[in-house]
């Protein structure tokens, strides 16, 4: 749990890997630790877990081949929430399952 001190230093989209990043201060001693928010995409790892192809989940839902290949790797620069929810209807998942929200700190500033 973060603490209601935690200071919002800055929000933005990295576009090279689909990851949010959200960097925040808190206090640790002398120092500020940053912690990072990384929102981490997990389709890989479900159509692996379910024996699904790119190419099948593509033709069954009719989302572009190379928006699913894109969140598959992990390199999408953005994401229509409908293409979010149809993969969760059609994968018989929960949005938190698809999509994890990680924290982590980085080397004190």
């Keep these: 749990m973060i603490p209601q001190e935690v200071l919002l230093i800055s929000c933005r989209t990295n576009l090279c890997s689909f ?10 001693g002398d120092h500020f630790a940053q912690l990072e928010h ?27 081949r190379g928006t699913i290949t894109r969140l598959y790797n992990e390199t999408a620069t953005r994401v229509e929430l409908d293409v979010i929810e149809t993969l ?21 500033i």
């Design 19 to 28: 990851i949010i990043f959200c960097k925040l201060i808190l206090p640790a």
């Design 38 to 64: 990384i929102l981490k995409c997990n389709l890989s790892r479900i159509l692996g877990e379910k024996r699904l192809k790119v190419s099948d989940v593509a033709r069954d839902t009719d989302i572009n």
């Design 88 to 108: 969760c209807h059609y994968l018989n998942i929960e949005i938190d399952e698809l999509l994890e929200l990680e924290l982590e700190e980085k080397k004190p």
